[in-house]
């Protein structure tokens, strides 16, 4: 009987670590079929390795009773506790800040936090909300930021652009800063630098984010007081 018993508690440990594998197989495809550095591999990793730590956890607290000269009293999830501090450092190796001083890598982050948490929670045997989240996670991923595109406030159906102009006269300056504005192109920072026999023109632009980068490049590439463009998504 100890055998059967022994056996059933294995293959509960089994299941735990296959749903754990498979809750974190779908957090890192969403992050795969994006191309981001954080994809299948390392959620899985951190997904099951967090839900194994966590039934390790859990385990040893009821592994040393104690006796009668020695009580020993353990916090079930103590090990674990230190999965969300540890993780930490991982997800920070992914936060880039780019020469634009636009900030990348957050998400990612957060779903390589959000990885763990599920390990946990099913290590510690809350299957059904380990799933319930998952399915949440993936919702507030893909498919709330695209519905906000569509019904959300105005600053939310925008998106930001970094543009970066040579124009030969400095006095064409203002003239192509009123063309932009013309192209219903929202500035909303410049910074201008004198080269030796130009200007260099930085600007930080907002436009419908519905528009093409490459529609706003074709407009602002045809003014002839520039000579050369430069535009990025931020």
């Not at 294995?10 to 550095?37: F, M, T």
């Not at 800040?97 to 946990?120: H, K, V, Y």
């Not at 932009?180 to 907002?206: G, H, P, T």
């Amino acid at each position: 009987m100890d055998w059967f018993l022994d056996f059933h508690w294995d293959l509960q440990i089994i299941i735990k670590l296959c749903i754990s594998a498979v809750l974190g197989l779908i957090i890192g495809l969403e992050r795969e079929l994006k191309r981001k550095p954080v994809g299948l591999k390392t959620s899985l990793v951190i997904s099951i390795v967090s839900c194994l730590l966590t039934i390790v956890s859990i385990e040893s607290a009821y592994m040393f009773p104690g006796s009668d000269k020695v009580n020993i009293t353990m916090d079930p999830l103590r090990l674990a506790a230190q999965i969300v501090s540890g993780i930490g450092f991982l997800g920070a190796g992914v936060i880039l800040r780019r020469g634009n001083d636009s900030i990348s890598g957050l998400t990612t982050a957060a779903m390589i936090w959000g990885a763990a948490g599920i390990g946990i929670a099913v290590g510690a045997g809350f299957y059904v909300e380990a799933i319930a989240g998952v399915i949440l996670l993936i919702i507030s991923v893909e498919l709330v930021p695209p519905l906000l595109s569509i019904i959300g406030p105005k600053q939310l159906r925008e998106k930001e652009l970094s543009l970066k102009l040579i124009i030969q006269n400095k006095l064409d300056i203002d003239n192509v800063i009123k063309k932009i504005n013309d192209e219903k192109i929202s500035i909303k920072n410049i910074r201008i630098k004198d080269l030796e026999d130009s200007q260099a023109v930085q600007l930080k632009i907002i436009v419908d984010i519905k528009r093409e980068t490459t529609d706003v490049y074709y407009a602002v590439s045809n003014f002839k007081e520039i000579k050369t463009v430069e535009i990025e998504s931020l």
